[in-house]
T-cell receptor, first 117, second 112 residues
Framework: EAGVAQSPRYKIIEKRQSVAFWCNPI?????LYWYQQILGQGPKLLIQ????????DSQLPKDRFSAERLKGVDSTLKIQPAKLEDSAVYLC???????????????FGPGTRLTVT | AQSVTQPDIHITVSEGASLELRCNYS??????LFWYVQSPGQGLQLLLK??????LVQGIKGFEAEFKRSQSSFNLRKPSVHWSDAAEYFC??????????FGSGTKLNVKP
């Protein structure tokens, strides 16, 4: 079974530029998550999708971050314009279910390491 | 508010020695608790989870963890560490709507 795919793996941009990350979840997984992991910290949830609808985006900085999941499969996370403090690893995860307990069965991709200079 | 504390940022153990990584949590209800491992350049891999029942939980790669409600702890243990266990370990609390609250991680180094 193929895992969660993410691209690119690394990205370096200057502040005020824009950037987009792509995620392809495990086939059949209805729930998709984007996390931000700043160096020295644990991952923090940015947004959660159930199929192509947003379930939780309470910690997404909506003035500069946006995400979509068209057709309930692939997802894109965008930052525009980027700030220095956005330097982090962006992890995508997917889950087969959103129900109790099984919703915590999350499979993580390798992440995209973003450096903003 | 939910929070997870991993008091040890770095730990170094000798290969073959035992290991214990500490995790304390703050959560108002009965917690769902997890340990993940992250190797360099990799995503997080689930080691084990606790939902209810037996407080001693067995996981993959020979790891186990014990839930102690009175101490609000969920410490990870392994009786004999292998060089391949060198990685970063994250403890997490599962809260409503399948949301994780992660600790800041413990980096494990293994001496030959």
């Amino acid at each position: 079974e193929a895992g969660v795919a993410q691209s690119p793996r690394y990205k370096i941009i200057e502040k005020r530029q824009s950037v987009a990350f792509w995620c392809n979840p495990i086939s059949g997984h209805a729930t998709l998550y984007w996390y931000q992991q700043i160096l020295g910290q644990g991952p923090k949830l940015l947004i959660q999708f159930q199929n192509n609808g947003v379930v939780d985006d309470s910690q997404l900085p909506k003035d500069r971050f946006s995400a979509e999941r068209l057709k309930g499969v692939d997802s894109t996370l965008k930052i525009q314009p980027a700030k220095l403090e956005d330097s982090a690893v962006y992890l995508c995860a997917s889950s087969p279910s959103r129900g109790p307990r099984r919703g915590y069965e999350q499979y993580f991709g390798p992440g995209t390491r973003l450096t903003v200079t | 508010a939910q929070s997870v504390t991993q008091p040890d940022i770095h730990i170094t153990v000798s290969e073959g020695a035992s290991l214990e990584l500490r995790c304390n949590y703050s959560y108002g209800a009965t917690p769902y608790l997890f340990w993940y491992v992250q190797s360099p350049g990799q995503g997080l891999q689930l080691l084990l989870k606790y939902f209810s029942g037996d407080t001693l939980v067995q996981g993959i790669k020979g790891f186990e963890a014990e839930f102690k409600r009175s101490q609000s702890s969920f410490n990870l243990r392994k009786p004999s560490v292998h060089w391949s266990d060198a990685a970063e370990y994250f403890c997490a609390v599962g809260a409503g709507f399948n949301k994780f609250y992660f600790g800041s991680g413990t980096k494990l180094n293994v001496k030959p």
